[in-house]
């Protein structure tokens, strides 16, 4: 099976500017994750869909970002403007719906805001 | 607020010794996973424990749950350098449905 796929790898963009990342996940995986990793700190949870619907968002840091997962199968994350701090390793997951199913990453999108 | 925690944060072993990684967390969990990250590459889930166990093998690695002191341990047995890479904690929290938390990892360096 083809495994969760982040696009881009890498974006550099400069303060202000907007950036969408992109996920698609595993065909048929319900569940879809964001997080997001500044250097050297945890692997800090963003939100959680489940199909097209925001089961948690409690993680998303403020208004500049926002998630969609239109028809429950890719997910984008747009960032506006973006800011110095939002750089960071973004890692997109997904899993299947029974509880204890393992999350699959894709390689992350590293942004870079300058 | 962080919910797991790794420790070490780093770690550098010959290949062919034994490493040892903890992970404490706060609150109760359903279950704990770990996984392990080749650097620039995504998290691969290595191995999960439910709350009601104890002890999980798994090839080389081997996992504790110990609830009263919420944490965990993974060892890795017989090390290699292709076991070089960081290792994260991830708890499935109760009543949070399919939610994980992470924790900062621990890098761990195998020399040859």
């Known amino acids: 099976e083809a495994g969760v796929t982040q696009f881009p790898s890498h974006s550099v963009i400069e303060k202000g500017q907007t950036v969408t990342l992109r996920c698609d996940p595993i065909?048929?995986?319900?569940?879809l994750y964001w997080y997001r990793r500044v250097m050297g700190k945890e692997i800090k949870f963003l939100l959680h869909?489940?199909?097209?619907?925001?089961?948690?968002e409690s993680g998303m840091p403020n208004n500049r970002f926002l998630a969609e997962r239109t028809g429950g199968t890719y997910s984008t994350l747009k960032v506006q403007p973006a800011e110095l701090e939002d750089s960071g390793v973004y890692f997109c997951?997904?899993?299947?719906?029974?509880?204890?199913?393992?999350?699959?990453f894709g390689n992350g999108t590293r942004l870079t805001v300058t | 607020s962080q919910q797991g925690e790794e420790d070490p944060q780093a770690l550098s072993i010959q290949e062919g010794e034994n490493a040892t990684m903890n992970c404490s967390y706060k609150t109760s969990i359903n279950n704990l996973q770990w996984y392990r990250q080749n650097s620039g590459r995504g998290l691969v889930h290595l191995i999960l424990?439910?709350?009601?166990?104890r002890e999980k093998h798994s090839g080389r690695l081997r996992v504790t749950l110990d609830t009263s002191k919420k944490s965990s341990s993974l060892l890795i047995t017989a090390s290699r350098a292709a076991d070089t890479a960081s290792y994260f904690c991830a708890t499935a929290l109760v009543n949070t449905g399919n939610q994980f938390y992470f924790g900062t990892g621990t890098s761990l360096t195998v020399i040859p």
């Open positions: 869909f489940v199909k097209e619907s925001k089961q948690d």
């Open positions: 997951a997904s899993s299947q719906e029974f509880s204890g199913s393992p999350l699959h």
């Open positions: 424990i439910r709350s009601n166990e």
């Open positions: 065909s048929g995986h319900d569940n």
